[in-house]
């Protein structure tokens, strides 16, 4: 009975927990206009535009770094808490007194940003463990998330244009504050860790990682990962021009050819709604699709795209046409990159390198606005616009160059600390079809090159021996097993002392365990057969008893 509970109970709390973060996903996108629109209407400046995106984007990225060793010490799900309701009363006091001084603004956003960095990391964290208390795998349940965030940004974005239009931006900002305050209560009461996590964020004290090591070792691992940090870079490129024009060209662009909100809304959910229907159709494919090739489909369609259009037309119709397609390519590149990062980074680790990734991510997006309005400064919105789709398709073709370290993505490590992780992968099959071609019709003077060496491959895993040969990436005999004594003889053969002393090693504690055993079932069945034997004994005795 106890079973058929737990799930039900698991999958309430990640229901709970997503409904949470589309709570307040959709109050944070509504402020995501309203902040930028309030600053429009009250000074004109893009250039103040841009210093509030990075007023808040600046301490978001450096406590990700600095404060996500805190979610350790602390626990993800009381951090999440705190992050909230925090969130909530800043909000609210941007709503109150942010009209009245620039510099006010500017601190509460700062504010804000130092807050989130952190909460965030924890929102992030505590997803896999509630997803596993749920039984449901973390690809799609990823999956499911970045669907959840593109409908709330879709929702946040098409009423938030709508709200700012109704009751104006310090209504928008009291809206996001109030879905801060439901989302903690929500967590509050019915979002709760297994047993084994609670434990986990509870450590004996003497346990606790100082907090320069946890950071040291949040470090060392992001460094030695090269896929991670390509991706990273890559990332960090391509999300200072999605904010620039977030904050800074798209809502020049609305206020330049229709003056209106509401256009605004109609941009952005129209990202937002492709989004959301290319994530459902991913959800049931997200373990069918090669990783490598559907993320640069992703980056090349979602991409450079939005900018250029915006820069070539006028047209609302197809602005937004071509908006709606690239936001069913880029669907995909979220929830590819989430699960390859819960796949690659240990648990323990998680938080902090979690808060490195997502800071050196998001940390173009302090320069976003900056970059916008100096290049709507130096070459106009349209040049603008032209410049920055032109760079951004520059940036993702790093997964193109970068092949040999990019297909690791499909190669899921089943442990992420294994440094095979780290090895470049062969080529591509086509180019090696076509080196197979030519060593096959054209002579080794003119191609310089010899037959692959033949590769045999002796495994000892599961107290088990197999052996496989291949010839460069021609399997020629799939793995078989082996008995140890005839692995012994061939590697006497071959006159490697150390690999035979090893082998040997392990050959005689196969036999010496293989003994034991033995030796243990004899006994067993000696002891079973005189049971036996004593009933049989009983039965005639009693048999004899009775007769005359």
Not at 14 to 24: E, Q, Y
Not at 99 to 125: E, N, P, W
Not at 270 to 284: D, E, K, M, Q, T
Request: hydrophobic fraction near 50%.
């Amino acid at each position: 009975m106890l079973r058929s509970l737990a799930p039900r109970s698991g999958r309430a709390g990640l229901v709970s927990l997503l409904a949470a973060g589309a709570i307040n996903a959709i109050g944070s996108k509504m402020s995501l206009l309203a902040v930028p629109w309030l600053v429009l209407v009250t000074t004109g400046s893009p250039v103040k535009m841009g210093l509030v995106g990075l007023a808040q984007t600046l301490p978001y990225v450096i406590s990700g770094i600095v404060g996500t060793p805190l979610v350790d010490r602390f626990g993800m799900r009381l951090v999440s808490i705190l992050n909230d309701v925090l969130s909530a009363l800043i909000v609210a006091s941007i709503a109150l007194f942010a009209q009245y001084d620039f510099s006010i603004l500017m601190t509460l956003a700062a504010l804000m940003g130092t807050v989130q960095g952190v909460g965030d990391r924890a929102k992030r964290v505590l997803l896999q463990p509630v997803a596993e208390a749920a039984g449901v795998g973390m690809p799609r349940v990823v999956a499911i998330f970045a669907s959840l965030n593109r409908v709330n940004t879709l929702v946040g974005l098409a009423i938030g244009g709508l709200v700012i239009a109704w009751i104006g931006p310090i209504g928008a900002l009291w809206v996001d504050a109030s879905s801060y305050a439901l989302c903690a209560a929500l967590v509050i009461l019915l979002v709760h860790l297994p047993k084994t996590e609670t434990h986990a964020e509870a450590p004996e004290p003497k346990a606790k990682e100082p907090y320069f090591t946890a950071l040291r070792n949040g470090f060392g691992f992001l460094r030695n990962d090269r896929l991670l940090l390509s991706i990273v870079g890559m990332m960090f490129v391509t999300n200072m021009f999605n904010q620039a024009s977030g904050i800074v060209l798209i809502p020049l662009w609305v206020m330049q050819e229709f003056n209106s909100p509401v256009a605004l809304g109609w941009v952005g959910g129209s990202l937002a709604l492709g989004a959301i229907l290319g994530n459902l159709a991913f959800i049931g494919l997200v373990n069918r699709l090669p990783r490598y090739f559907t993320f640069i489909v992703g980056y090349f369609i979602g991409g450079a795209p939005r900018f250029l259009v915006l820069g070539l037309t006028n047209d609302l119709r197809i602005v937004l046409g071509v908006t709606f397609v690239a936001g069913i390519a880029s669907s995909v590149i979220n929830p590819v990159y989430g699960a390859l990062l819960y796949e690659r980074i240990p648990k323990q680790l998680q938080a902090r390198v979690f808060g490195l990734t997502g800071a050196f991510i998001f940390g173009g997006i302090p320069l976003g606005g900056l970059v916008g309005a100096w290049f709507v400064t130096g070459f106009g919105l349209k040049g603008a616009l032209i410049m920055a789709g032109l760079l951004y398709f520059a940036a993702t073709l790093s997964p193109i160059f970068g092949y040999r370290i990019w297909k690791q993505m499909d190669f899921a490590p089943t442990d992420p600390a294994m440094a095979a992780r780290r090895t470049p992968p062969p080529l591509p099959d086509w180019v090696e079809s076509f080196i197979a071609l030519g060593h096959r019709y054209l002579p080794p003077s003119v191609t310089g090159a010899v037959q692959p060496p033949i590769t045999v491959t002796l495994t000892y895993a599961h107290r088990e021996w197999t052996v496989a040969a291949t010839q460069g990436r021609r399997v020629l005999s799939e793995p078989r097993p082996i008995m140890g004594s005839e692995v012994l003889q061939k590697i006497k053969v071959l006159d490697l002392p150390e690999v035979y002393e090893t082998v040997e090693q392990i050959h005689t504690a196969d036999v010496a365990r293989l003994s034991l055993r033995a030796q243990h079932l004899r006994a067993s069945i000696s002891a079973r057969e005189a049971v036996i034997a004593d009933l049989a004994d009983a039965r005639h005795f009693q048999v004899s008893r009775y007769l005359p």
